[in-house]
């Protein structure tokens, strides 16, 4: 666990896998949080660069950055187990460290000290170039992103401000893992409308579970087959909803 505060006087919103970097070791949110003003808040989170046990920084700094796609969706279901289990948000240390020496693998990265943010910012050029070619509408509030066909995930927010700020972040996150696939896996003749709106109505009629959340708010909860979810709702009103694909993450994971 990390301690935040909040010293505004405004709820602070931080994202399941940001990352943030410095202090004794890297570290990424393995839930999303809603930070209570002019309050400390301890927060669960994961290490994301094993090799390194000394101080740089008395303190964390944001890195722009989220972990990709694949690793958010294990976290994502070990993070629901461990909340069904003994109310905890345990991502599993062990998993994440080997889901990150698979990107490193795959991306033909070497950090000495293992940490992820090495090989997010070696590709942060390739990805922000890809960012770039998507254009944001007006009120736009999330997104449904496929990878080579593939329905991988949806997240969305609160409001188009909130889904800007985040907008670069999120989507580098999704184009990092398009670097680990060829073209000759992508899917063809694919409806994306049709594999959007059948993901809405499997949100829509998901068995969800409701937990108090870290900080502000409520934190729900659906796991099914080919989907896990996470709903961070303040005053009945959805700050974060975020559905990923089991399946797709699976197979980044499991080379």
């Known amino acids: 666990e990390l301690e935040a505060t909040n010293h505004s006087s405004l709820n602070i919103l931080i994202l399941e896998g940001e990352e943030l970097i410095g202090a004794m070791q890297n570290r990424i949110l393995n839930t999303s949080v809603l930070l209570p003003p002019m309050a400390m808040t301890k927060i669960p989170v994961s290490c994301t660069e094993a090799g390194r046990w000394e101080d740089v920084s008395p303190s964390f700094a944001d890195a ?120 000759e896996h992508a899917r063809k003749d694919v409806n994306h409308v049709a594999e959007a709106r059948g993901m809405v109505s499997e949100i829509l009629g998901a068995k969800w579970i409701e937990f108090d959340a870290v900080g502000n708010g409520k934190d729900l909860r659906f796991q099914g087959d080919e989907t896990a979810g996470s709903a961070l709702v303040y005053e009945n009103r959805l700050v974060h909803l975020s559905v990923l694909s089991n399946r797709i993450g699976a197979q980044f994971r499991k080379k």
């Open 64 to 183: 722009a950055e989220m972990v990709p796609f694949s690793i958010r969706s294990g976290i994502k279901n070990r993070v629901s187990d461990s909340m069904n289990f003994d109310g905890t948000r345990s991502a599993g240390q062990g998993e994440v460290w080997d889901d990150i020496k698979q990107v490193e693998s795959d991306l033909e990265t070497n950090s000495p000290t293992s940490a992820l943010n090495h090989t997010t910012s070696m590709y942060r050029e390739i990805s922000d170039e890809t960012v770039r070619s998507f254009q944001l509408l007006p009120d736009q509030v999330g997104a449904t992103v496929f990878i080579d066909g593939r329905l991988a995930g949806v997240d969305i927010v609160s409001s188009p401000v909130v889904f800007q700020a985040f907008w670069a972040k999120l989507m580098r996150s999704y184009v990092l893992d398009t670097n680990r696939v060829g073209p």
